[in-house]
């Protein structure tokens, strides 16, 4: 079997876990990694074992020994290092937004379209197993057919700066959390249905000091089968990350709840150590998550994302998905803004 050889471009919160997600993942060894900063990119690779850390990023794109390269940097980083990519003819896996909106994600697509290469958009939240199962069983028809979708994905806010900077990222909590939500909604009710229109309320409710954008949202999407979309979307929740979706159909309902209906709890009085991504605290009573980077689906993207490149397979999430939830995202800002229903085309 042909060992796929990677480097992962980002040194932050998301790289860790996609370093966690490989960990799992036969076939492949990260053989460099990247970070604008050298002491970051040293420390990453002696916490993970990567033989070749660098922040010269050219001289790592124009190597020809790399059969896939991940993108795990900060969102206003993701256009010019995946134009420079595809210039090179390499194949790409973004993390999620894909770009800061449609118009920059749109130019990721051609040009990862135009160089010919693999290129998959690295949303967790459809490759997550117990979404995935719930999904099958959406497609074995155990719910009739789907009329709502309700998902929720909210902690107490990012944990880096760039996050709060809109300029950098693109929007808020929005634009952070929504990718999931709406990856969801797609996901269960099939990507055939399109979504048609979007209605969005947002506003900064706690950090004002801290970020332009909006804390907290809500985001509503119209499918073409009349279906409904329901996003639920904070920065301001406490107790680390909660990630909930309901599929209700015509002849039945499923939920899948990550965070919050954990099969271990404890009590400390003197802080138990690390709970949870995004936990506030580790006293008194705690929900704990094993497996966390299994549970959010980072390993299941991983695997298949290298055995998309092992085997010349299109990814089943591409930045072709990625630029529809971008889409998606900014006619629900067209909304937020108008208080309107805001069609997508």
Same mark, same amino acid.
């Given at each position: 079997?042909?060992? +796929?050889? =990677?480097?992962?471009?980002?040194?932050?919160?998301?790289?860790?876990?996609?370093?966690?997600? #490989?960990?799992?993942?036969?076939?492949?060894?990260?053989?460099?990694?990247?970070?604008?900063?050298?002491?970051?990119?040293?420390?990453?690779?002696?916490?993970?074992?990567?033989?070749?850390?660098?922040? $010269?990023?050219?001289?790592?794109?124009?190597?020809? /020994? =790399?059969?896939?390269?991940?993108?795990?940097?900060?969102? /206003?980083?993701?256009?010019?290092?995946?134009?420079?990519?595809?210039?090179?003819?390499?194949?790409?896996?973004?993390?999620?937004?894909?770009?800061?909106?449609?118009?920059?994600?749109?130019?990721?697509? $051609?040009?990862?379209?135009?160089?010919?290469?693999? *290129?998959?958009?690295?949303?967790?939240?459809?490759?997550?197993?117990?979404?995935?199962?719930?999904?099958?069983? +959406?497609?074995?028809?155990?719910?009739?057919?789907?009329?709502? +979708?309700?998902?929720?994905?909210?902690?107490?806010?990012?944990?880096?700066?760039?996050?709060?900077?809109?300029?950098?990222?693109?929007?808020?909590?929005?634009?952070?959390?929504?990718?999931? !939500?709406?990856?969801?909604?797609?996901?269960?009710?099939?990507?055939?249905?399109? =979504?048609?229109?979007?209605?969005?309320?947002?506003?900064?409710? %706690?950090? *004002?000091?801290?970020?332009?954008?909006?804390?907290?949202?809500?985001?509503?999407?119209?499918?073409?089968?009349?279906?409904?979309?329901? !996003?639920?979307?904070?920065?301001?929740?406490?107790?680390?990350?909660?990630?909930?979706?309901?599929?209700?159909?015509?002849?039945?309902?499923?939920?899948?709840?990550?965070?919050?209906?954990?099969?271990?709890?404890?009590?400390?009085?003197?802080?138990?150590?690390? =709970?949870?991504?995004?936990?506030?605290?580790?006293?008194?009573?705690?929900?704990? #998550?094993?497996?966390?980077?299994?549970?959010?689906?980072?390993?299941?993207?991983?695997?298949?994302?290298?055995? !998309?490149?092992?085997?010349? +397979?299109?990814?089943?999430?591409?930045?072709? /998905?990625?630029?529809?939830?971008?889409?998606?995202?900014?006619?629900?800002?067209?909304?937020?803004?108008?208080?309107?229903? %805001?069609?997508?085309?």
């Amino acid at each position: 079997m042909k060992n +796929v050889r =990677i480097a992962l471009l980002g040194s932050g919160f998301v790289a860790d876990f996609y370093m966690q997600g #490989l960990a799992n993942v036969a076939g492949q060894t990260v053989v460099a990694n990247y970070s604008r900063e050298r002491e970051k990119a040293a420390s990453f690779a002696a916490r993970w074992n990567i033989a070749e850390p660098t922040a $010269d990023l050219d001289p790592l794109i124009e190597r020809n /020994d =790399i059969d896939l390269f991940i993108i795990a940097l900060p969102n /206003d980083a993701h256009l010019p290092v995946s134009l420079a990519l595809a210039k090179a003819g390499r194949n790409q896996v973004c993390t999620k937004p894909l770009g800061r909106n449609a118009a920059e994600a749109k130019l990721m697509l $051609d040009a990862a379209e135009a160089s010919g290469k693999l *290129h998959g958009y690295a949303e967790t939240e459809v490759f997550a197993p117990c979404v995935v199962k719930a999904q099958e069983m +959406v497609a074995s028809g155990g719910i009739g057919r789907v009329l709502w +979708v309700r998902s929720r994905e909210s902690h107490s806010g990012p944990h880096s700066a760039h996050f709060w900077d809109v300029e950098r990222t693109g929007g808020g909590a929005m634009n952070d959390l929504g990718c999931h !939500c709406i990856a969801a909604a797609r996901y269960f009710f099939g990507k055939q249905d399109r =979504i048609e229109k979007v209605m969005a309320w947002g506003a900064r409710l %706690v950090h *004002h000091e801290k970020t332009a954008g909006e804390d907290n949202a809500m985001l509503l999407l119209q499918f073409a089968s009349g279906g409904l979309g329901h !996003c639920e979307l904070s920065w301001t929740t406490k107790g680390g990350l909660d990630l909930r979706n309901e599929v209700h159909g015509t002849e039945g309902s499923v939920f899948t709840d990550v965070t919050r209906g954990t099969p271990l709890s404890g009590f400390s009085t003197r802080g138990s150590g690390y =709970i949870v991504a995004k936990a506030d605290t580790d006293l008194g009573w705690t929900r704990p #998550l094993p497996e966390e980077a299994f549970a959010y689906g980072y390993q299941a993207e991983m695997r298949h994302f290298v055995e !998309c490149v092992r085997d010349g +397979v299109t990814p089943r999430e591409t930045y072709q /998905d990625g630029y529809i939830v971008n889409r998606i995202l900014d006619a629900g800002y067209e909304s937020m803004r108008s208080g309107q229903w %805001v069609s997508v085309d």
